[in-house]
């Protein structure tokens, strides 16, 4: 989503808003970690799985080749998750600093 519609979009919300908004960030933000690890334990026992038929100078066998794509569909699903994660934090920093800009405009009195 591009920088200004997301701004447009969270800067209607209300102060409550915001917060539950902030919390779905951190919340999300969590769950990219927790898959990212995930797919880099399944990416470890696929290589792994190829590493031990090249260190054995042995063919490689339908096995192997299984293992090599299924690798590199936990590297894609990495990266995706990498870049979801990414756009949840900087929609967290964005709810951070309106949530901010709001609570020092509520301290000032008008004169």
């Given at each position: ?8 979009e969270i800067s209607r919300l209300r102060t409550t808003d915001l917060l539950i908004a ?50 590199l569909y936990c590297v894609i699903g990495y990266l995706i998750l990498d870049a979801l ?27």
């Open positions: 989503m591009d920088n200004r519609i997301m701004f447009r902030k919390m779905d960030c951190i919340r999300r933000i969590a769950l990219f970690k927790s898959l990212k690890l995930g797919l880099l334990g399944l990416l470890g026992i696929f290589v792994g799985q190829v590493a031990k038929s090249l260190f054995a100078a042995q063919a490689m066998s339908m096995m192997d080749y299984l293992s090599v794509a299924l690798a994660e990414a756009s949840s934090t900087a929609q967290e920093k964005l709810v951070c600093d309106l949530l901010t800009l709001r609570m020092s405009r509520t301290g000032k009195r008008k004169s």
